[in-house]
């Protein structure tokens, strides 16, 4: 069964080189930024003349663009990952507007259950990583809570969800400001304070 899941990755600033550690480290982690037929790396267009349109870039203009949008404070940089030459990982990294948090999103769209996991992997790998500076994540295999806010949820405790993703960190701090988490069982994983979805 084919799912539109996705992940979401918070990280707080850090003082390494935020843009080539984080697309190294999830190369290194097992997605490939280029085609592995073709070894083309692309960029997905995102207006506002164009959407959604595959553009053939240079990995050192990616990595640039990743950067401009990690200290934009605002914006965002749309590109694929790939698992092989026929599978692709849409990536997007933004920057909310005057926030000091980047947010990498994976979509897990048309992906069978060893390829989510293959991506899911992959992510957790970057993440342990770089793991001092991550401000929570959310792993929804379905994508039935893509409707949820997950940035007020997970970065400052301003909105609160209605339905439960597989998997759901945050750190500490905020988890005590969601009552609704109260009742749930946790795990701790300094910084964070890990849920998974009950049953």
Known sequence: ?????????????????????LVGALEEAGLSLGNP????ISSITNGPDLWGEQVHT???ELVRSVAAVRLSGGGEVN??????GETD??????RPAGGVVTVVEFGLDGMDGAQQTQVVEAVRV???????????FVIDRSGATEEEDWDGI????????TSWPDTLAMRAEIAAAH???STFPARQDPPLVVFERPV
Do not use: I, K
């Not at 992940?7 to 080539?20: I, R």
């Not at 590109?79 to 092989?84: A, I, S, T």
């Not at 990982?89 to 933004?94: L, S």
């Open 37 to 40: 037929s073709t070894g083309l």
């Open 58 to 60: 240079e990995r050192d």
């Open 1 to 21: 069964m084919l799912s539109d899941g996705f992940v979401h990755w918070y990280e707080g600033d850090s003082n390494s080189d935020p843009a080539e550690s």
């Open 179 to 181: 009552a609704e988490l």
């Open 79 to 84: 590109f694929q990952f790939w698992l092989d």
């Open 89 to 94: 990982v849409f990536t997007r990294v933004r």
């Open 126 to 136: 970057a993440m342990g990583q770089r793991w001092a500076a991550c401000l929570g």
């Open 154 to 161: 997970v970065v400052d405790a301003s909105a609160r969800f």
